[in-house]
Protein backbone atom coordinates (compact mmCIF):
# COMPACT_ATOMS: atom_id res chain seq x y z
CA UNK A 1 0.00 0.00 0.00
CA UNK A 2 1.03 3.44 -0.70
CA UNK A 3 -0.16 6.46 0.61
CA UNK A 4 0.52 9.97 0.16
CA UNK A 5 0.33 13.03 2.59
CA UNK A 6 1.42 16.93 2.17
CA UNK A 7 -0.52 18.27 -0.69
CA UNK A 8 -2.66 21.36 -0.14
CA UNK A 9 -3.17 24.87 -1.47
CA UNK A 10 0.08 27.06 -1.96
CA UNK A 11 0.54 30.27 -3.49
CA UNK A 12 2.54 30.68 -7.03
CA UNK A 13 6.14 30.78 -6.09
CA UNK A 14 5.80 28.57 -3.29
CA UNK A 15 7.43 25.12 -2.47
CA UNK A 16 5.30 21.73 -1.26
CA UNK A 17 6.93 18.59 0.38
CA UNK A 18 4.84 15.26 -0.83
CA UNK A 19 5.67 12.13 1.09
CA UNK A 20 4.35 8.47 0.27
CA UNK A 21 4.80 6.01 3.31
CA UNK A 22 4.59 2.43 1.71
CA UNK A 23 3.59 -0.25 3.69
CA UNK A 24 3.16 -4.01 2.82
CA UNK A 25 5.97 -3.57 0.42
CA UNK A 26 9.86 -2.65 0.58
CA UNK A 27 10.65 0.02 -1.79
CA UNK A 28 14.26 -0.96 -1.88
CA UNK A 29 12.99 -3.50 -4.55
CA UNK A 30 11.01 -1.11 -6.96
CA UNK A 31 11.41 1.61 -9.37
CA UNK A 32 9.44 4.24 -7.71
CA UNK A 33 7.91 7.84 -9.09
CA UNK A 34 5.38 10.39 -8.66
CA UNK A 35 2.85 11.42 -10.98
CA UNK A 36 0.08 13.76 -11.44
CA UNK A 37 -3.35 14.50 -13.62
CA UNK A 38 -5.12 17.54 -13.84
CA UNK A 39 -9.02 17.69 -14.82
CA UNK A 40 -9.20 16.91 -18.70
CA UNK A 41 -5.19 15.68 -19.33
CA UNK A 42 -3.54 12.42 -18.68
CA UNK A 43 -1.47 11.05 -15.99
CA UNK A 44 2.36 12.42 -16.69
CA UNK A 45 5.27 11.05 -14.73
CA UNK A 46 6.94 13.85 -13.25
CA UNK A 47 9.60 12.29 -11.35
CA UNK A 48 10.61 9.06 -11.08
CA UNK A 49 14.33 7.42 -9.23
CA UNK A 50 15.54 3.98 -10.58
CA UNK A 51 16.84 1.54 -7.65
CA UNK A 52 18.26 -0.60 -10.05
CA UNK A 53 20.88 1.84 -11.69
CA UNK A 54 20.02 4.99 -9.62
CA UNK A 55 18.84 7.07 -12.26
CA UNK A 56 16.77 9.86 -12.48
CA UNK A 57 14.31 11.53 -14.81
CA UNK A 58 12.19 14.34 -14.83
CA UNK A 59 10.17 16.18 -17.76
CA UNK A 60 11.24 19.55 -19.17
CA UNK A 61 7.91 21.13 -17.59
CA UNK A 62 9.47 20.64 -13.64
CA UNK A 63 13.02 19.84 -14.36
CA UNK A 64 15.27 22.31 -11.84
CA UNK A 65 11.86 22.57 -9.56
CA UNK A 66 11.04 19.20 -8.12
CA UNK A 67 13.24 16.58 -6.93
CA UNK A 68 12.59 12.82 -5.79
CA UNK A 69 14.19 11.12 -3.19
CA UNK A 70 13.81 8.11 -0.49
CA UNK A 71 14.59 7.57 2.97
CA UNK A 72 14.79 3.66 3.02
CA UNK A 73 14.62 3.54 7.09
CA UNK A 74 11.28 4.94 6.83
CA UNK A 75 10.22 3.10 3.38
CA UNK A 76 9.33 6.64 2.27
CA UNK A 77 9.49 8.62 -0.87
CA UNK A 78 9.05 12.37 -0.88
CA UNK A 79 8.61 15.31 -4.23
CA UNK A 80 9.90 18.49 -3.11
CA UNK A 81 8.18 20.70 -5.23
CA UNK A 82 9.88 24.33 -5.84
CA UNK A 83 8.94 27.47 -7.53
CA UNK A 84 5.16 26.24 -7.96
CA UNK A 85 2.95 27.32 -10.94
CA UNK A 86 -0.46 27.52 -11.40
CA UNK A 87 -0.35 24.74 -14.02
CA UNK A 88 1.32 22.03 -11.66
CA UNK A 89 -2.51 22.04 -9.66
CA UNK A 90 -3.02 18.19 -10.06
CA UNK A 91 -3.89 15.34 -7.79
CA UNK A 92 0.01 14.38 -6.97
CA UNK A 93 0.55 10.14 -6.87
CA UNK A 94 3.30 7.98 -5.68
CA UNK A 95 3.98 4.68 -7.70
CA UNK A 96 6.08 1.69 -7.60
CA UNK A 97 6.67 -0.83 -10.00
CA UNK A 98 9.40 -3.85 -10.24
CA UNK A 99 8.98 -4.59 -13.88
CA UNK A 100 10.81 -1.76 -15.01
CA UNK A 101 14.64 -1.07 -14.74
CA UNK A 102 15.15 2.32 -15.72
CA UNK A 103 13.42 6.10 -14.19
CA UNK A 104 12.54 7.14 -17.90
CA UNK A 105 10.65 3.83 -18.05
CA UNK A 106 9.13 4.06 -14.98
CA UNK A 107 7.70 7.81 -15.07
CA UNK A 108 6.52 6.51 -19.27
CA UNK A 109 5.00 3.20 -18.55
CA UNK A 110 1.94 2.60 -16.42
CA UNK A 111 3.21 1.51 -13.03
CA UNK A 112 1.91 -1.28 -11.57
CA UNK A 113 1.33 0.15 -7.94
CA UNK A 114 -0.67 2.89 -7.14
CA UNK A 115 -1.71 5.38 -4.08
CA UNK A 116 -4.60 7.41 -3.73
CA UNK A 117 -2.78 10.63 -4.51
CA UNK A 118 -3.24 13.80 -3.00
CA UNK A 119 -4.26 17.47 -4.49
CA UNK A 120 -1.96 19.85 -4.98
CA UNK A 121 -3.89 23.85 -5.81
CA UNK A 122 -1.41 26.60 -6.47
CA UNK A 123 -3.43 29.54 -6.78
CA UNK A 124 -3.11 33.00 -5.15
Known amino acids: QLVESGGGLVHPGGSLRLSCAAS????????IGWFRQAPGTEREGVAC????????YYPDSVKGRFTISRDNAKNTVYLQMNSLKPEDTAVYYCAADDSVSTAHDMCTLPPLYWGQGTQVTVSS
Open 49 to 56: FSTYDGSS
Open 24 to 31: GRNLDYYE
